[in-house]
């Protein structure tokens, strides 16, 4: 498994990523109709994927990671070197999304993503990753638990105020 940055190119993002991504997105039509993050979670865009990218990559420290595997894009994530409020004291950085071609769940893709993110954050020197997982996200939660992360907070998401548990991993 390898990670590879999304860098946009003149200022626009890789059209053939774009579809690949699209199509990833695409297979997670259960966590979109939990998240509500696409009008329509049964018909996601190229145009709506590269919006939302667009405005991840927006925000300071916010980087978008490609995981393939045997050349296959088989997930995403989506990291913060550190959280987006400075008021916030918040020392750790984020995983912002991870996201697993649901054709692919079950095949510890997810697991091998979530530890390559740590160790990249181990390796710069920090002591703890935070996330935060929608609250009516069962599968999200239990994936997240077996990771070894463990809940510091309830509290609602800063973009539409969705009720999120906040977790953290000691690295």
Do not use: C
């Not at 259960?30 to 145009?47: C, H, K, N, W, Y």
């Amino acid at each position: 498994m390898i990670l590879q940055p999304l860098v946009p190119v003149d200022g626009a993002l890789p059209g053939p990523a774009l579809t690949e991504i699209a199509a990833l997105y695409a297979t997670n039509r259960a966590f979109f109709e939990l998240s509500g993050d696409f009008p329509d979670p049964a018909r996601i865009t190229v145009e709506q994927v590269a919006t939302a990218l667009a405005d991840e990559l927006a925000v300071d420290s916010a980087e978008v990671l490609l995981a393939r595997s045997a050349g296959r894009l088989v997930g995403l994530a989506v990291t913060l070197a550190h959280h987006p409020d400075p008021a916030s004291g918040d020392p750790d950085p984020w995983i912002g999304l991870l996201l697993i071609d649901s054709t692919a769940h079950r095949e510890g893709h997810g697991r091998t993503v979530a530890g390559l993110i740590e160790d990249r954050f181990r390796t710069a020197g920090r002591a703890g990753v935070r996330l935060a997982v929608l609250e009516d996200n069962a599968a999200g939660l239990a994936f997240w638990q077996a990771q070894g992360y463990t809940l510091l907070r309830r509290a609602k998401d800063r973009d539409r105020g969705r009720p999120v548990r906040v977790m953290r991993k000691e690295l």
